[in-house]
């Protein structure tokens, strides 16, 4: 069973900076489809970013020029720059299209 812990969300102002990691443990074969989503309150999830097949990367629109995901054998990254109020969500990794991550919240406010 693949597990995914995430961490780096908190509190910034507007303009601001983080970052978050997201590890693989477990058992598993290969990762694939490595990816970040967001929800904020009242919203569906959303897709920010995902590093597909050939290491093709996408992103929302909304974060284009902003954020950069990027990953390693077992980890995936989101660097996440100028953050805006409405960046405020909680932020989840995905992995195989199937595994999540537990959530962690990213705050942007003044």
């Known amino acids: 069973q693949l597990r995914l812990v995430e961490s780096g969300g908190g509190l910034v102002q507007p303009g601001g900076s983080l970052r978050l990691s997201c590890v693989a443990s477990?058992?598993?074969?290969?990762?694939?489809?490595m990816g970040w989503y967001r929800q904020a309150p009242g919203k569906q999830r959303e897709l920010v970013a995902v590093i597909g097949g050939s290491d093709s990367v996408n992103y929302a629109d909304s974060v284009k020029g902003r954020f950069t995901v990027s990953a390693d054998k077992n980890a995936i990254y989101l660097q996440m720059n100028n953050l805006k109020p409405e960046d405020t969500a909680v932020y989840y990794c995905n992995m195989n299209q199937i595994f999540w991550g537990q959530g962690t919240q990213v705050t942007v406010s003044s």
């Open positions: 477990g058992r598993y074969y290969s990762l694939y489809d």
